[in-house]
Every structure is written in structure tokens, then in C-alpha cells.
């Protein structure tokens, strides 16, 4: 089971679990579900991104100028599809951060269940903790350590909340390689 398939389980209802597996959606999966009720978005439209082959990680990284390019007829259609990728793509790294920033929760084996967390956290609370800063620090490094390398920036290393594919074909916060290419004119992966 992949970590996207774990997340979509911890979802409250279908909208944030297709907000999640959106991500692992190909071109067609991706079209049905825009064209659907709750999406409003033309079927024309749809069958655009289908040609364009538009899969839903791709979804997820579309930003206006993307869709101009696409062509997709007036002016409204781009706006509603914008709409709707920025609510999916906040809704889906909502649910990232949460899965990431929660605790575990693993119910089949024995040293995750409930009486084996309470019993540590007695034990911890009983030794003497580690200075707040200390334990601020191993616990940033925990969280860090748990985000899988394919949610990171390579350039900030840290969780992407606004991702993008850069033309070198890897992802990045946008942020990141805005500043970056500011002052660099070469890839911060290929050099």
C-alpha cells in the first residue's frame, strides 16, 4: 500500500479521500472526475485535458499560465478550473501535513496500540525530559524524517505546499525555485 493510499484511509469523507489519491489519478480517471456534479467543469473542457493527457499529479501543479496554454475556450471555464484545482490541491496538502503531523496510529501491531503508547508516555514523563529546544529539534527531525523524498523540495527539503515542475522535470516548492532562479540560471538538480 502505497503512503498516498494510507493517507486517502485517514480521510473524513470521499471529497478529502479524492483530494488525496488525485495525485495517483491517470488522464481519464482525472477527466470523469472533473466532468462530475460537484466539479461544474464542461465536458469539452474535460475532454482537453484528456488529449493533453492531463494527469491528476499534474492537476495538482497547474497554474494559470498552464491553462491558458491549454486553450480551453472562455475565459470563465479557466477560472472555474483554477477554482477547482486550488481547493483540491490545498485540501490535498491539508491532508499531507495532517497525516505527517499526527501521531501514530497503527492499531495491528503491539507497539503501536494504545495501552504501549500511554505506558511510554508515562515512562517519558516519569524520566526527565530533554530541554524544550532539544526535544522541538529531535521532533522537527522526526517529522522531517517521515515525509516520503517525493514530498520534499530538493531545495528546501521540507514538506511542498505549493509544488511545481520546473522545466529540468523535478518538483519544487514554488517559492524555492522562484528565489533560486532569481539568482542562478542553471537547475538546482542538473546543474
Known amino acids: 500500500q502505497s503512503a498516498i493510499e494510507r493517507i486517502a484511509q485517514r480521510a473524513a469523507c470521499e471529497q478529502e479521500r479524492d483530494s488525496v489519491l ?3 489519478w491517470p488522464a481519464a480517471a482525472l477527466a470523469g472526475w472533473l466532468a462530475g456534479s460537484e466539479n461544474r467543469i464542461q465536458q469539452s473542457v474535460c475532454e482537453k485535458l484528456l488529449a493533453a493527457n492531463v494527469t491528476g499529479e499534474q492537476l495538482l501543479c497547474l497554474r494559470k ?15 472555474r478550473l483554477l477554482s477547482v484545482v486550488r ?7 491539508a491532508a499531507l501535513r495532517a497525516f505527517f503531523n499526527a501521531p501514530p496510529s497503527c492499531s ?84
Open 87 to 93: 481547493k483540491v490541491r490545498n485540501s490535498h496538502f
Open 108 to 191: 495491528s501491531c503491539s507497539s503501536c496500540s494504545s495501552s504501549s503508547v500511554a505506558a511510554a508516555s508515562t515512562i517519558a514523563v516519569v524520566a526527565a525530559p530533554p530541554p524544550p529546544a532539544a526535544a522541538a529539534a529531535a521532533a522537527d527531525a522526526t517529522e522531517r524524517s517521515s515525509i516520503p523524498h517525493d514530498f520534499k523540495c530538493p531545495i528546501s527539503l521540507e514538506l511542498m505546499d505549493q509544488p511545481m515542475i520546473a522545466p529540468d522535470g523535478f518538483s519544487y516548492e514554488e517559492a524555492e525555485i522562484t528565489t533560486w532562479l532569481a539568482s542562478h540560471d542553471t537547475s538546482p538538480m542538473t546543474g
Open 22 to 24: 488525485i495525485a495517483t
Open 65 to 79: 499560465g498552464d491553462v491558458s496554454k491549454l486553450g480551453l475556450g472562455t475565459l470563465g471555464m479557466e477560472v
